[in-house]
């Protein structure tokens, strides 16, 4: 069992950044991958971000490519994702997932989710 918790949500003027962690609980955080989805209002599930657990290697979603990075602590059992050059679009509620299926939008285990609002 894992527990997410994330934090660093909040409300940003286009051009800016925020950094979103992910604290999760559990002995066994360093073998899961983790990811990143996020759900904008009246919008679909999106992925956003994604790093293997043994080779860290990152994927993204193509609207954040260039802008959003992904990357991980095991030794804090905490994931972050730094957010640069927001845009409006990227309103929404972004969700930490341990194991994260990206083609079809699920995961293992979610957090409960923190909300990002860019302003324009």
């Known amino acids: 069992q894992v527990q997410l918790v994330e934090s660093g949500g909040g409300l940003v003027q286009a051009g800016g950044s925020l950094r979103l962690s992910c604290a999760a609980s559990g002995r066994t955080f360093s073998r899961y991958n983790m990811g990143w989805f996020r759900q904008g209002p009246g919008k679909e599930r999106e992925f956003v971000a994604a790093?293997?657990?043994?080779?860290?290697?990152?994927s993204y979603g193509d609207s954040v490519k260039g802008r959003f990075t992904i990357s991980r602590d095991n030794a804090k059992n905490t994931v972050y994702l730094q957010m640069n050059s927001l845009k409006p679009e990227d309103t929404a509620v972004y969700y930490c997932a341990a194991n994260p299926n990206r083609r079809i939008g699920s995961a293992e285990f979610w957090g409960q989710g923190t909300q990002v609002t860019v302003s324009s």
């Open positions: 790093i293997n657990w043994s080779t860290m290697l990152t």
